[in-house]
């Protein structure tokens, strides 16, 4: 699969020459030097091992953290230069373990978007069974239930709900499917995969598992101790002579070396 | 006398006399309830406030309670003799069991559900009233019923300053030197104590979230 032709306007999401360091101290350096474009309706995996930066790089993106140098822009505007709650609230994310509320109902945890934006409580309901649907949880069901009355994948199927709510044109992906058992987590990857090309949203997906990566994104970013230090198609990714790629692959059996 | 007839004969200023320590105790904790909960959201958010409310609110439940009523008397408004200097006392000395729990309560809640919470677009507010608070609600009444309990013991002591309530009968009892007219003040005091733990106790159970 080919990466689209970079044009100003397909760009959704810009890293350009972004440093992050924790409290501004040079020595603590997270994110080192990373200039990245994410092209719009594309998904974009950030692979890396714990701690080369993937989560703080997509927490740049919805301006949770701020670059100690260089800028992140979103549909061409700086993240620091725009209010962080209108950026957030066209930004769905999903993280490990969901975060669901736990004192809300399914229903509440969905539509929780649409009442920050003050929709009409029909519409929101409304929203809410499309959504519940579309993640395929039968609505009457799971509406009223609380989180803890729902397994692993089910709640982290609430969890893409939620942030599909407002209907975003981001979506932003923290290990979703890392907390799952194997057989459901392939099951979600699947459904994710079908449901990302239907929505055409713009994803970017951290996860440290090189097959979740192969199976989902269009490119892969690798990092390394903060550092950018390739990207490209998962061809390109199999293919690459890279120390950090050469250890994700030696992950994979053979025959899924080849085949990709 | 035993203490069965002594209750028997004066049961009508006994009643009376609970009366007061009830509505002495309410009105005391409502107020520390009113303090205490909006100081707690806000040194969860403002951290250089923290160690100070924190502080000082520990050295109030320092002072011994005899103490505390003594020194009030002579300041002016809040003190002199009666009613009005008791329940500054126990307003003092409620506060911080429920400053704690409603900041801890506040401060405890799963990191990923704040990291969601935030990455929706929720404001400051919007976290803390419609996440932190409801999560940290049971925690909260924890404190309150800590507070109420201590409270209501505490009030004994307030009838040394003129202020009414079981302790009355406690010191009277202990100026005659008499059990029968002590245990009708410490016993009412004890099962109001009791009655106020478990119901705090139910409540606190059904707001448990998880």
């Known amino acids: 699969m080919n990466a689209k032709p970079e044009a100003p306007s397909d760009v959704t999401i810009e890293f350009r020459g972004v440093n992050y360091c924790i409290n501004d101290i040079p020595s603590r350096a997270i994110v080192s030097n990373v200039s990245l474009t994410v092209l719009r309706g594309e998904t974009l995996v950030l692979l890396g091992r714990s701690g080369s930066g993937k989560t703080t790089l997509l927490r740049l993106i919805n301006g949770m953290l701020v670059p100690t140098q260089g800028q992140v822009f979103v549909e061409g505007r700086a993240t620091t230069d725009t209010d962080p709650i209108h950026l957030r609230r066209g930004i769905g994310y999903v993280i490990q373990e969901a975060g669901l509320f736990p004192h809300f109902t399914i229903a509440e945890n969905v539509g929780l978007v649409p009442s920050l934006e003050k929709w009409e409580p029909t519409r929101i309901a409304a929203r809410v069974e499309e959504l519940l649907q579309l993640v395929g949880l039968n609505p009457p069901e799971f509406s009223g239930r609380h989180p803890r009355e729902l397994s692993g994948g089910q709640r982290q199927r609430v969890g893409v709900a939620r942030a599909l709510a407002a209907d975003p044109p981001i979506l932003l992906m923290d290990e979703p499917f890392g907390a799952l058992d194997p057989v459901t987590r392939a099951e979600l990857q699947r459904e994710f995969s079908a449901l990302a090309h239907r929505l055409n949203k713009t994803i970017v997906f951290v996860t440290h598992d090189i097959r979740e990566a192969l199976l989902l994104g269009q490119r892969i970013a690798l990092l390394q101790a903060g550092r950018l230090v390739a990207l490209g198609s998962p061809q390109d990714f199999l293919r690459l002579n890279h120390p950090e790629a050469h250890a994700f692959c030696a992950c994979l059996e053979p025959s899924e070396r080849a085949h990709k | ?210």
Request: glycine letters at 8%; aromatic letters at 8%; proline letters at 4%.
């Open chain 2, 1 to 210: 006398m035993n203490p069965w007839t002594f209750f028997v004969t004066h049961r009508s200023e006994i009643f009376s006399a609970t009366l007061d320590h009830v509505t002495l105790v309410l009105i005391a904790m409502a107020f520390a309830i009113a303090i205490a909960v909006p100081l707690g959201m806000l040194i969860v958010q403002h951290r250089h406030l923290r160690s100070i409310a924190l502080g000082i609110a520990s050295v109030f439940q320092t002072i011994p309670s005899l103490a505390l009523f003594g020194f009030l008397i002579p300041i002016p408004f809040i003190g002199g003799i009666g009613r009005r200097t008791a329940i500054v006392a126990l307003i003092l000395y409620a506060l911080l069991p429920i400053l704690r729990n409603t900041y801890v309560g506040l401060s405890g809640v799963d990191p990923t559900i704040l990291e969601a919470a935030e990455a929706m677009g929720m404001t400051n507010t919007q976290i803390l009233l419609r996440v932190r608070f409801p999560l940290a609600l049971s925690i909260i009444l924890a404190g309150i019923r800590t507070a109420t309990v201590i409270t209501i013991g505490v009030a004994t002591i307030a009838a040394a300053i003129g202020a009414g309530g079981l302790g009355t009968f406690i010191f009277r009892g202990v100026a005659m030197v008499s059990d029968s007219v002590i245990l009708a003040g410490a016993i009412p005091a004890a099962l109001l104590a009791i009655f106020a733990d478990l119901l705090l106790g139910q409540l606190e159970r059904r707001l448990k979230v998880v």
